[in-house]
C-alpha cells in the first residue's frame, strides 16, 4: 500500500501538475493519437467474420471431363489413403459423382470429408493439416484437387475463404460458353499473380464431351411424328418413368418404364428406336434424328440470370479477406472486357457490401454516451473531456492487433465498442470528481489534479483486473480461437494504454474544456444551488429570496387562522301524520 501511495504522489506531484494546465501539449497528445489511428487503419487489414478451425476439411476432386465414375472412384480412395497418413486426422468419407462446392453431379467429380482430431489430441491446425496434404498429394496426376475448410457461418456459402462469379452480362440469345471460360482462366492467372491471393481455382469447363440430337423438322412433319411426343418418348426409352405401384406379399413396388441396357448402350442404338406417328405407325427415329459429337458445359449455372463460372479463393498467409476482395476487383477492372462483371457469394457478398458500417455504429455509440453526459454535467464542452480521451484507447487496439498479426474484423470492432464503456468509464470517474471539487471552489488546476490523484489507484485496480480477465482469450487455441484472440487483443491493447496514458491525459482534457465553459451557463438564468439544498458556500439567505418567503408567510397565516363559526341549518324536522282509523268489514 505504501508503495501505491509513492506512486500516485508521485504521479500527481511530479507528472499532472506541470502538464495539467498545458493546453497545448494536451491536445497534441491526442491529435498525435488521433494521427496514430489514421496511420494504423490504413496499415491493419480489414475483414469480416475470419474463418475457423472447426475440425473439417472439405476435398473436392475432378478428373479429366468424360472420365467415368470408376475412374474417379478410383483417384477418390487413392486421395483417401494419402488423408489417412497424415497427423492429425480421424477419418475420410470420400463420395464419387457429387461436388460439394456448388452442389453439381457428373462421373469426373468427387468430394471428400475429411474429420480431424479433437482440438486437445493435435498439435496442427486444419490450416497447417490443408498445406501438409497438399504437399502430399502433389504427385498425384490427371486431376484437379482442391482442399478448403467450411464456412465461418453455416450457410453462408459451401466453404471458407472468398466465393465470386465471373459473369456474361452480353445478355446475347445464344450465350458463348466457350468464350467465359477463357475469360474466366485469363482472369483466374491475373488474380494468382496478386501477393494477397493464395489459392484460387474454378471447376469451370467448357469441353465437356457431348452428342447433340438434330432434328430435321420439315422431315418428321412429313412422317407425322409430333417433335414433343418423339422427345418424350425418347427420354422414357433412353432415361425411366415412374407410371404407378402395386402392393404384392405385403411390399409395395414401384414400376418404371425403360428400355433394355441393350437397347441403349451406345449411340449407334438410337437407329434401332422408333416413336409411333399420329397415324399409329411405328417410325424410326434416324429418319429425322441423327446424332452429332459436341462439346459443352455439363451444367449450366446462372448468377441473376447470367450465365456465370464459379471462382473460389483463399487469402494469401498475413492478409485479410479485404484485402483479398480488394485485389480481386483490382485486376477485374483492368483483365475483364466488356460486358463481364464479378458477382460475389456468401460471406464475400456481405463483406463488399458493409462499406463504413462499422465506422457509423461507432459514431452512434460515442455520440449516444456523449448525450448522456451533457444530461449528466449539464454542459456541451465538460463531456468532450471523456470523449476526447477514447482515441488512446483505440490506438493501443489498433497497435496491438496488427502487431498480432490480426485484422479489423467484426470481433475487433466489437472489442472496441465495449472499449467505449470502460475507458469512458475512467474518464467519468476523474471528470466526476473533478466537477465537484469545482463546485466546492477549487481552481481547475487543483481540482484536476485532486480528482486525478484519489482516483488513480481504483482506476488501476479495476483495468488491470480487467485485463488479467482477458488474458485466457488473448491465449485461447482451439474452436473459436481467432475470435477469442480478436476480441481479448483488442480488449488488452485498449485498455493497457488507455489506462496507463489516460490518466495522465484525462485532467489536462478537463482542465482544457472546463477553461472554456468555466462561468457560462447551459440555459439563461440557471442556478447552480437547489432551495432545498443549500451548501456551506452559498448558505440561506432571506434577501435572496424574498418573495419566496412572502409567499410561505401568507400561507401559513391561512393555515394558522382559527376555523370560521359553524352557521345554523335549518331545520328538516317533518310533523307527525294523523292517525287513520280503519274500515268496516264489507258485506256478505
Request: aromatic share 10%; no cysteine.
Given at each position: 500500500?505504501?508503495?501505491?501511495?509513492k506512486?500516485?504522489n508521485?504521479?500527481?506531484?511530479?507528472?499532472?501538475?506541470?502538464?495539467v494546465a498545458?493546453?497545448?501539449?494536451t491536445?497534441?497528445?491526442?491529435?498525435?493519437f488521433?494521427?496514430g489511428?489514421?496511420?494504423e487503419?490504413?496499415?491493419?487489414?480489414s475483414?469480416?467474420?475470419?474463418?475457423?478451425?472447426?475440425g473439417?476439411i472439405?476435398?473436392?476432386?475432378?478428373t479429366?471431363p468424360?472420365?467415368?465414375l470408376?475412374?474417379?472412384n478410383a483417384?477418390?480412395?487413392e486421395?483417401e489413403?494419402?488423408?489417412?497418413?497424415?497427423?492429425?486426422i480421424?477419418?475420410?468419407?470420400?463420395?464419387?459423382?457429387?461436388?460439394?462446392l456448388?452442389?453439381?453431379?457428373?462421373?469426373?467429380?468427387?468430394t471428400?470429408?475429411?474429420n480431424?482430431?479433437?482440438?486437445?489430441?493435435r498439435?496442427?491446425?486444419?490450416?497447417?493439416?490443408i498445406e501438409?496434404l497438399?504437399e502430399?498429394?502433389?504427385?498425384?496426376?490427371?486431376?484437379k484437387l482442391?482442399?478448403?475448410?467450411?464456412?465461418?457461418i453455416?450457410g453462408?456459402?459451401a466453404?471458407?475463404?472468398i466465393?465470386?462469379?465471373?459473369l456474361?452480362?452480353?445478355q446475347?440469345?445464344?450465350?458463348?460458353?466457350?468464350?467465359?471460360?477463357?475469360?474466366?482462366?485469363?482472369?483466374?492467372?491475373a488474380?494468382?499473380e496478386?501477393p494477397?491471393?493464395?489459392t484460387?481455382?474454378?471447376?469451370?469447363?467448357s469441353d465437356?464431351p457431348q452428342?447433340?440430337?438434330?432434328?430435321?423438322?420439315?422431315?418428321?412433319m412429313?412422317?407425322g411424328?409430333?417433335i414433343?411426343?418423339a422427345?418424350?418418348?425418347l427420354?422414357i426409352?433412353?432415361g425411366s418413368?415412374?407410371?404407378q405401384?402395386?402392393?404384392?406379399?405385403?411390399?409395395?413396388?414401384?414400376?418404371?418404364?425403360q428400355?433394355?441396357?441393350?437397347?441403349r448402350?451406345?449411340p449407334?442404338?438410337?437407329d434401332d428406336?422408333?416413336v409411333?406417328?399420329?397415324e399409329?405407325?411405328?417410325?424410326?427415329y434416324?429418319?429425322?434424328?441423327?446424332?452429332?459429337?459436341?462439346?459443352?458445359?455439363?451444367e449450366?449455372?446462372?448468377?441473376?440470370?447470367?450465365?456465370s463460372?464459379a471462382?473460389?479463393?483463399?487469402?494469401?498467409?498475413g492478409?485479410?479477406?479485404?484485402?483479398?476482395?480488394e485485389?480481386?476487383?483490382?485486376?477485374?477492372?483492368?483483365?475483364?472486357?466488356?460486358?463481364y462483371?464479378?458477382?460475389?457469394?456468401?460471406l464475400a457478398?456481405?463483406?463488399?457490401r458493409q462499406?463504413?458500417?462499422?465506422?457509423?455504429?461507432?459514431?452512434?455509440?460515442v455520440t449516444?454516451?456523449?448525450?448522456?453526459l451533457?444530461?449528466q454535467?449539464?454542459?456541451?464542452?465538460?463531456p468532450l473531456?471523456?470523449?476526447f480521451?477514447?482515441p488512446?484507447?483505440?490506438?493501443g487496439?489498433f497497435?496491438?492487433?496488427?502487431?498480432a498479426?490480426?485484422?479489423n474484423?467484426?470481433?475487433?470492432?466489437?472489442?472496441?465498442?465495449?472499449?467505449?464503456?470502460?475507458?469512458?468509464?475512467?474518464?467519468i470517474?476523474?471528470v466526476?470528481f473533478?466537477?465537484?471539487?469545482r463546485?466546492?471552489?477549487?481552481?481547475?488546476v487543483?481540482?484536476?489534479?485532486?480528482?486525478g490523484?484519489?482516483r488513480?489507484?481504483?482506476?488501476q485496480m479495476?483495468?488491470?483486473?480487467?485485463i488479467a480477465g482477458?488474458?485466457?482469450l488473448?491465449?485461447s487455441?482451439?474452436a473459436?480461437?481467432?475470435g477469442?484472440?480478436?476480441i481479448?487483443i483488442?480488449?488488452?491493447?485498449?485498455?493497457?494504454?488507455?489506462?496507463?496514458?489516460?490518466?495522465?491525459v484525462?485532467?489536462?482534457?478537463?482542465?482544457?474544456?472546463?477553461?472554456?465553459?468555466?462561468?457560462?451557463?447551459?440555459?439563461?438564468d440557471e442556478?447552480?444551488?437547489p432551495?432545498?439544498?443549500?451548501?456551506?458556500?452559498?448558505?440561506f439567505?432571506f434577501?435572496?429570496?424574498a418573495d419566496?418567503l412572502?409567499?410561505?408567510?401568507r400561507m401559513?397565516?391561512?393555515?394558522?387562522a382559527?376555523p370560521?363559526a359553524?352557521?345554523?341549518?335549518p331545520?328538516?324536522a317533518?310533523?307527525p301524520?294523523p292517525?287513520?282509523?280503519p274500515?268496516?268489514?264489507?258485506?256478505?
Open positions: 500500500s505504501r508503495g501505491i501511495d506512486i500516485t508521485f504521479y500527481a506531484g511530479r507528472l499532472l501538475k506541470p502538464i498545458r493546453r497545448l501539449v491536445a497534441g497528445v491526442i491529435g498525435a488521433l494521427f489511428i489514421v496511420s487503419s490504413s496499415l491493419l487489414p475483414g469480416f467474420i475470419p474463418g475457423e478451425d472447426q473439417i472439405y476435398a473436392v476432386l475432378q479429366p468424360g472420365s467415368t470408376e475412374y474417379t483417384k477418390s480412395q486421395l489413403r494419402i488423408a489417412h497418413e497424415v497427423e492429425g480421424s477419418s475420410v468419407t470420400s463420395v464419387a459423382g457429387y461436388e460439394i456448388t452442389e453439381g453431379r457428373g462421373s469426373n467429380a468427387g471428400l470429408i475429411i480431424l482430431e479433437d482440438w486437445s489430441e498439435s496442427m491446425t486444419a490450416s497447417q493439416i501438409e497438399e502430399r498429394t502433389a504427385e498425384m496426376t490427371d486431376i482442391e482442399f478448403f475448410e467450411p464456412p465461418a453455416p453462408f456459402g466453404a471458407g475463404g466465393a465470386l462469379r465471373v456474361d452480362e452480353t446475347s440469345s445464344t450465350p458463348d460458353y466457350e468464350r467465359l471460360g477463357t475469360i474466366t482462366n485469363e482472369f483466374i492467372d488474380v494468382r496478386r494477397e491471393v493464395g484460387v481455382f474454378t471447376f469451370y469447363a465437356y452428342y447433340e440430337l438434330v432434328i430435321d423438322n420439315d422431315v418428321a412429313q412422317k411424328v409430333s414433343e411426343a422427345l418424350n418418348n427420354n426409352l433412353i418413368t415412374y407410371e405401384g402395386f402392393v404384392r406379399f405385403n411390399q409395395f413396388y414401384k414400376v418404371y418404364v428400355a433394355w441396357p441393350e437397347f448402350r451406345m449407334d442404338d438410337l428406336l422408333f409411333r406417328n399420329e399409329g405407325e411405328m417410325v424410326p434416324s429418319s429425322f434424328m441423327r446424332i452429332e459429337r459436341r462439346q459443352g458445359l455439363n449450366i449455372t446462372r448468377y441473376n440470370l447470367y450465365p463460372a471462382i473460389q479463393l483463399v487469402p494469401a498467409a492478409y485479410s479477406t479485404g484485402q483479398a476482395i485485389a480481386v476487383r483490382e485486376v477485374a477492372e483492368v483483365t475483364l472486357p466488356r460486358g462483371d464479378l458477382g460475389w457469394e456468401g457478398w456481405d463483406e463488399s462499406g463504413n458500417a462499422a465506422l457509423y455504429i461507432f459514431l452512434v455509440v449516444f454516451v456523449y448525450l448522456v451533457v444530461a454535467y449539464e454542459s456541451f464542452l465538460v473531456a471523456v470523449i480521451s477514447l488512446v484507447g483505440i490506438f487496439s497497435f496491438l492487433l496488427q502487431a498479426g490480426l485484422a474484423d467484426v470481433w475487433a470492432q466489437l472489442g472496441m465498442i465495449m472499449l467505449v464503456g470502460l475507458l469512458g468509464k475512467n474518464a470517474l476523474i466526476e473533478a466537477v465537484q471539487r463546485h466546492e471552489g477549487a481552481s481547475l487543483d481540482a484536476a489534479v485532486e480528482a490523484k484519489l488513480f489507484r481504483p482506476i479495476t483495468s488491470f483486473a480487467f482477458l488474458v485466457p488473448v491465449v487455441h482451439g473459436g480461437a481467432i477469442n484472440r480478436t481479448g483488442a480488449g488488452v491493447g485498449g485498455m493497457l494504454l488507455g489506462t496507463v496514458v489516460g490518466v495522465i484525462i485532467p489536462g482534457l478537463y482542465y482544457l474544456f472546463a477553461k472554456i465553459s468555466d462561468g457560462k451557463k447551459l440555459l439563461r442556478v447552480d444551488t432551495l432545498s439544498e443549500p451548501s456551506e458556500e452559498t448558505p439567505t434577501e435572496d429570496h419566496e412572502s409567499l410561505e408567510a401559513e397565516e391561512r393555515l394558522s382559527p370560521p359553524p352557521v345554523a341549518e331545520s328538516t317533518v310533523a301524520a292517525a287513520v282509523e274500515l268496516p268489514p264489507a258485506p256478505p
